[in-house]
């Protein structure tokens, strides 16, 4: 599909490729179920969620990035007007911690703070003004410790240690071949030390909910997350209930992208809605959701790649640093896939992976949209350009000559799903207008305005990995109102997935919208299908409904024929009802008749029609082996123009064209959400945004100075091909798409800016300063020719091209 921002085209034909249509895809190019109502404003979201006499929650939070805890006094607050209630550790019942996978980050800090979100107590009063002073009155005595603001520093012996365990969450290592005797017969060999910024997540509604105790003693939460399940499950530890006695809803969702996948202001609700018997609304300011809120991982990754004469990379060395922050979260699998994509798409006979996640002050690092794809991707494809140019080869051909082949075994020699993804986005990626141009310079609107190509290819795995629990499912059942309820136990948080359930059930149905219902995010209504991360919900939906689809049509044709006093042979189902094919002396007539309507074969049935299915996202096979270690894949490549201002070191990208291998399009309009909505959020991540701390605090507090892109900074054409086709008898059907737009797109730029200007990029975001050329270098309009060499360079600049700071 090519779009000049507004205007796209989708086909979702089985075939190799399509540039997506709309008069083409028919019903399947749709409005979204919620479209119309996010449009309007009429869409309620769970923080516009208010009740009768509720109370307003507000919490505490440290002073220090790290101190020692010596004495609370929360007397004054307690006294204060209109406060029903200040909690602290000793108010919590159950486990006062939580995380996904180590509950290791407080509900209240007792003894010690780590980090500046840290919660010291929780307050509920009759009005946020109340609960913000009372929350003031709140006396704190800290002995600051030394802050740990960097994560090598934090890995030196005489380091103040976090944890118990010490500063090092985890490790990683894979090994593959003799990379010191590989190394020894390279004929070329690059080494660079890449940096990756903190990134903020920037979903529109920032954390919060409702939370109610309800006259049957249970608790109803209404609050976002990516995983209702989990967050009963963690809250069910904290309040010491039974996980039956809490309800989550958990959508609609005003945004997420990993964000609010881990607990945020759950327990804090729940705790002061038990403790004073009224609903509790929390909702935290922008302010305090930078300050608290998990980012993406900063890390510095070095890699040495070296290659034989002939283009073949026959030795890869990458160490990880990733900088965690104050606790685990996911810390720790966030290194595992990175550590697992530091090969991206390239089989490479010698290896060594090495990673090392560290806890520091700054913050808590955590999941985010790519999951330490987007920092590993933007490294590794800096090294193929870096070795291509010191082999004096085409780039694009490098990678040509060293892509894995569709039955090689994975990054971490895993058994994965054999594809030509890799091969066919790279093919695909010829098909751009742009690609001719590749390692040129060409002159702007003015002699200070120069535009390159850059290209670079992505490989991304799907699901949460071996090892890790992953279930999926869902239920179909016919509603007494005669709507057929799609149950799945996802949310629906922007990207689409009521669109790919309704599709999906009308397609295998041949129903209209009007006769689904969908039902998501409450986990009264919904069985347990895993969460909505990881790329997964579509293709777990498709298989879901295969499984589903069957069965349940056979029992409503079988209810219906009994009802008709026909053969089923006769039925099938249709909008609105099930369908009965006339006949005329054994003829089919081109007219088929409404038999029954959905309303009127449940109204006439004795027993619900309802089919389940429960099973496990898809595992490699192989033995033993890695923990994460991924099967589906999903294969993508970028092209990009960016035009480089040699006066101000401003980058715009005019122009992206991504080509994504990810099997049968479902939702074609999501699809391309994804892929542009992505690369939006992947500009920011490579050229304007960075959570900047010092010393352990926030420097940029709002978005006043925390800079994303808008309208104006996105290219002025984007193209999006999909890439359906799948090996015959591939019985896993489409992969997943909500990250892969998010990881390419960074290294592609920072090659069309070499192309342009003739500077090497190894730290994002992009350094204005690092490609500003001075003035007088214009004054006789001179024109860049091939990687700038008529561009002269200030002293500064060649210091950060080997990767220091302007600041330094």
């Not at 305090?288 to 980012?295: F, G, V």
């Not at 998501?520 to 298989?543: E, F, L, N, Y």
């Not at 490609?771 to 006789?780: N, S, Y």
Request: aromatic residues 6%.
């Amino acid at each position: 599909m090519k779009s000049q921002r507004d205007e796209s085209q989708f086909t979702a034909q089985a075939a190799p490729s399509a540039k997506l249509d709309r008069d083409a895809m028919g019903t399947r190019w749709m409005e979204r179920p919620d479209g119309r109502a996010k449009v309007t404003g009429r869409l309620a979201y769970l923080t516009d969620r208010k009740s009768e006499h509720m109370l307003h929650g507000k919490v505490l939070r440290s002073r220090h990035p790290h101190a020692r805890i010596i004495h609370v006094d929360i007397s004054a607050a307690v006294s204060m007007p209109g406060v029903h209630a200040v909690l602290t550790a000793e108010d919590v019942p159950g486990l006062n911690g939580y995380g996904i996978v180590t509950q290791d980050i407080p509900v209240f800090c007792t003894d010690r703070v780590r980090h500046v979100g840290d919660v010291i107590a929780a307050i509920a009063a009759e009005t946020p003004e109340q609960a913000s002073a009372a929350a003031e009155a709140i006396y704190v005595d800290y002995e600051p410790l030394p802050v740990v603001d960097d994560p090598l520093r934090a890995l030196e012996p005489d380091a103040p240690q976090l944890h118990e365990m010490g500063n090092m969450l985890h490790e990683t290592l894979v090994l593959r071949g003799d990379i010191n005797a590989a190394f020894a017969q390279c004929a070329a060999i690059v080494e660079e030390v890449y940096t990756t910024p903190r990134q903020l997540h920037l979903y529109m509604e920032t954390e919060g909910g409702l939370f109610v105790p309800e006259e049957d003693g249970r608790l109803t939460v209404y609050s976002a997350t990516q995983h209702g399940y989990m967050d009963r499950m963690q809250l069910a530890r904290i309040l010491a209930l039974p996980e039956s006695s809490i309800r989550v809803v958990s959508s609609p969702i005003g945004g997420s992208f990993g964000g609010k996948d881990e607990l945020n202001v759950q327990p804090y609700g729940a705790l002061l809605a038990i403790r004073t018997g009224r609903p509790v609304r929390l909702h935290n300011s922008r302010r305090e959701s930078m300050r608290a809120s998990i980012k993406r991982h900063p890390m510095r990754i070095r890699m040495r790649t070296g290659a034989d004469a002939e283009g073949k990379i026959v030795a890869h060395h990458t160490e990880i640093v990733a900088d965690t922050g104050a606790y685990a979260t996911l810390g720790r699998e966030v290194l595992q896939f990175a550590t697992e994509h530091a090969t991206g798409p390239y089989r490479i006979a010698n290896v060594k992976t090495e990673g090392r996640s560290v806890f520091t002050n700054n913050g808590i690092a955590g999941e985010f949209r790519g999951f330490g794809g987007n920092q590993v991707i933007f490294a590794l494809e800096g090294q193929l350009d870096r070795l291509a140019e010191r082999l004096g080869m085409d780039a694009w051909e490098l990678r040509r000559r060293n892509l894995r082949e569709a039955d090689d075994p994975g990054p971490v020699d895993q058994i994965i799903v054999p594809t030509n993804g890799a091969r066919d986005v790279w093919d695909a990626a010829l098909r751009s207008s742009l690609m001719a141009r590749r390692g040129q310079s060409k002159q702007g609107d003015a002699p200070w305005l120069v535009r390159g190509v850059g290209a670079a290819i992505v490989m991304h795995g799907g699901g949460l990995g071996y090892g890790i629990p992953d279930p999926a499912g869902g239920r179909l059942a016919l509603s007494a109102d005669g709507k057929i309820e799609a149950a799945f136990g996802f949310e629906e948080f922007g990207q689409g997935v009521l669109s790919v359930l309704q599709l999906l059930v009308c397609e295998h149905l041949n129903c209209a919208a009007d006769d689904v219902r969908i039902v998501i995010g409450d986990t009264d209504a919904v069985p347990h299908t895993g969460s909505a991360t990881a790329s997964r919900a579509t293709a777990m939906a498709w298989q879901a409904m295969r499984q589903l689809v069957p069965p349940f049509a056979a029992v409503l044709l079988a209810q219906a024929a009994k009802l008709l006093a026909c053969k089923e042979a006769e039925l099938f189902t249709g909008a609105g009802g099930v369908w009965r094919r006339a006949l005329t002396s054994g003829q089919a007539l081109d007219q088929p008749d409404l038999a029954i309507s959905y309303k009127q074969l449940a109204e006439a049935s004795s027993e619900s029609i309802m089919e389940q299915t429960a099973f496990d996202f898809p595992v490699t096979p192989s033995p033993n082996p890695t923990t994460g270690a991924h099967f589906l894949y999903t294969y993508a490549s970028v092209v990009v123009e960016a035009e480089v201002d040699l006066l101000t070191g401003r980058v715009q990208v005019l122009q992206a064209d991504h080509y994504v291998a990810a099997g049968p399009v479902v939702n074609p309009m999501g699809y391309l959400g994804q892929i542009e909505g992505g690369s939006a959020m992947a500009l920011g991540f490579t050229l304007t945004e960075e959570a900047v701390m010092e010393e352990g605090r926030y420097a940029r507090g709002q978005l006043d100075t925390y800079m994303i892109p808008t309208i104006r900074d996105m290219p002025r054409e984007v193209g999006v091909e999909a890439i359906e086709q799948l090996p015959a008898g591939d019985p896993f059907g489409p992969r997943g798409v909500g990250e892969i737009g998010t990881v390419g797109l960074a290294p592609a730029i920072v090659s069309a800016i070499r192309a342009a200007c003739g500077s090497w990029v190894n730290r994002l975001p992009v350094r204005p300063e690092q490609l500003i050329r001075p003035f007088h270098a214009f004054l006789k309009a001179d024109l860049p020719s091939g990687h700038g060499a008529q561009c002269p360079q200030v002293e500064v600049e060649v210091e950060l091209e080997r990767g220091g700071d302007v600041h330094d």
